[in-house]
């Protein structure tokens, strides 16, 4: 774990100093993204345990890690040099302290990868062969996760093309929940908490899926991300949001 943190800290130093001098913060969320497909396959390199659940794991977590980083340079590249909008709040707030007040978020990112890591950690030194019962269970959560996550982007993705930035995506999952990708990424974490349980210590684990509930629920996903929204879109977000679940897809109220 101490090799994983080093190389954590050495992707968001790198990613610091591009920032700075691409004067862009946005390439935190792709770094933030791809950062754990080197770690999990480090983990799944160093761990003691069965071949087969370490190879599994490695593969699972790099491919949706590849997924989302590669969507989201898309993203922050089609909007160079303006940066997302949490971002350039962040940086009026921090203007008098701009490059240290940053660099002290970007190493906070790392800690929180490497904290959330700690069930692939825990999963690739389990020795028992064979999956466990929870184990299935996690995976099929996992998948089902990915999927979720993978379609709610595709189609917010589609709808910001189609209206060229404007209105408030409501179609598909969006017509469900005001943040369906959230609620996905977060289950992703349920389902590795499932497959580390077997392992020893793994119920140790549990405190990735919560980490990753909290900062989606109360810090730096829904709530700045609905504040902006009413401040863009004002009473018609309001709408959305009295008649729309925040989190989990839900029926939608009349």
Excluded at 96 to 104: D, E, I, M, T
Excluded at 125 to 130: D, E, F, I, M
Excluded at 135 to 159: H, K, P, T, Y
Excluded at 172 to 183: D, I, Q, V
Aim: positive net charge; aromatic residues 14%; contains cysteine.
């Amino acid at each position: 774990m101490i090799i994983a943190a080093l190389i954590l800290i050495v992707l968001f130093l790198l990613t610091w100093w591009l920032s700075v001098r691409l004067d862009n913060y946005s390439l935190v969320d792709v770094t933030w993204s791809l950062s754990f497909a080197p770690v999990a396959l480090w983990y799944a390199a160093s761990g003691a345990g069965w071949l087969p659940r370490r190879a599994a794991i490695g593969v699972l977590v790099g491919a949706w890690s590849l997924r989302l980083g590669i969507y989201l340079w898309r993203r922050v590249a089609s909007h160079h040099p303006r940066e997302d909008v949490r971002y350039a709040v962040l940086r009026e707030k921090w203007q008098a302290n701009l490059k240290r007040a940053f660099l002290g978020f970007f190493l906070m990112q790392a800690a929180l990868v490497w904290l959330l890591m700690l069930p692939v950690r825990l999963i690739t030194q389990q020795s028992a062969p064979g999956f466990h019962l929870l184990e299935v269970i996690g995976l099929a959560l996992w998948c089902l996760a990915l999927i979720g996550e993978g379609v709610a982007d595709a189609q917010l993705a589609r709808f910001r093309r189609e209206s060229g930035g404007g209105g408030i995506c409501q179609t598909g999952l969006w017509h469900y929940s005001r943040h369906p990708n959230y609620f996905f990424q977060s289950l992703l974490w349920w389902g590795l908490f499932l497959m580390a349980l077997p392992a020893p210590w793994g119920w140790t684990s549990i405190v990735a899926p919560l980490a990753m509930l909290h900062f989606l629920l109360n810090v730096t996903g829904i709530p700045l991300t609905e504040k902006l929204s009413v401040e863009k879109r004002g009473e018609a977000y309001r709408e959305y949001q009295r008649t729309t679940s925040a989190f989990v897809p839900w029926r939608r109220k009349g």
